[in-house]
Every structure is written in C-alpha cells, then in structure tokens.
C-alpha cells in the first residue's frame, strides 16, 4: 500500500494556495499578507506589489473600502464568514465585477486574520459606469436585499435607494426589476 507523503517541504506545502483556480489573499487587518498567483492575475499585480499593502488599493474609492469593511465586519462578528458580489479595481484603473468570500480566524476580531477568495465575473457581469453610490446598492441587490434593508444599511432614506435603482434600471437597460437583477447577476436575459 503506498503511502501518502507528509512533506513538510515549504514548496509542496503551498502548492494548493499557489494553484489554487481562484484568487486567495491572506491578510492582518485588511493588509494583503500573502496571495496566490490567480489573485495577482485578476488583479493585474505582481505579489511584491501587493504584500505589505492596503486592500484600499484594489477599491474603486477608499469610501468603498471603508464602507464595504462596515458592512463585512458587522457580519463577520456573527460567524466569522462574509461575502458579497462587488466592483473592484485592477492595477490598470479597469473597475470589475467580482465574488468575494471571506473567513475570519476570530470572528470576535473579524479582519485580525482572514483567508479571503475573489473570483472574477468579467466574462459574465456588464461593466457600466456607475457612481459609487449606484455601486454600492448594485452590491447590495446582488445579495438580494430589499429597499429597506439597503437604505438602513447605507444610511439612506429608502425613497432615495429607489432613485438609484431607477438610475440602475435606466443604465442597465432593464425593463423592470427581474432584469435588472438578471443584468446584475450575469443571467441571460
């Protein structure tokens, strides 16, 4: 019977997060740590250039980065876990449509240490030029949340969450609600 090696050669035990055929950031305190060859890709970054950094940086703005750390913090400190559909930034400025998932060591410190996974949905997303705010609902309808719930998550009155979805409807050419999201969600329509 052959018998399964237990290398503790450094090279073999990265292989899975090196390999990995989706984007993995290690990070302390939202500051990229350590991350994967596919991360770098979808990013357009060489490691050197991200570790010791910021996630700020892959951010379309630092208001997101800050708003979006509220929104993943307050549900890390439920389980540990948090995830959403966002727009990031790559190294050349393109803004992109990606799936983030995120574990927490501790979720009673949520980004203390965090194993996190992106997942590029270019090939299926619409890129349209949206303001931040617009950015932010579409994040939060892509979760399936209602008016309310986006308009207390964000601070605003749920008529005003209306006016952007309006504009979201208008920007996306979508007939209605159900093609809106369709839109957002990378479903044919």
Request: net charge positive; glycine share 6%.
């Amino acid at each position: 019977m052959a018998k399964i090696s237990n290398s503790t050669e450094p090279e073999e035990n990265n292989f899975g997060f090196d390999m990995a055929p989706i984007g993995l950031v290690v990070t302390r305190e939202r500051i990229v740590e350590r991350c994967n060859r596919r991360f770098c890709e979808i990013f357009g970054y060489a490691a050197e250039e991200l570790e010791g950094q910021l996630l700020s940086m892959l951010y379309p703005s630092n208001k997101e980065f800050l708003d979006i750390g509220k929104l993943g913090r307050a549900q890390m400190l439920t389980n540990g876990r948090y995830q959403d559909e966002r727009i990031m930034k790559r190294a050349n400025g393109e803004l992109f449509w990606c799936r983030a998932r995120g574990q927490s060591e501790d979720p009673k410190h949520p980004f203390t240490h965090c194993v996190w996974s992106f997942v590029d949905l270019s090939d299926s997303r619409p890129m349209v030029k949206l303001t931040r705010r617009e950015r932010q609902v579409a994040m939060l309808l892509t979760q399936g949340l209602p008016t309310k719930a986006i308009a207390q998550d964000l601070a605003l009155s749920p008529r005003t969450v209306e006016v952007y979805r309006a504009k979201l409807l208008q920007k996306f050419e979508a007939k209605n609600g159900f093609e809106l999201m369709a839109k957002l969600s990378g479903m044919p329509v």
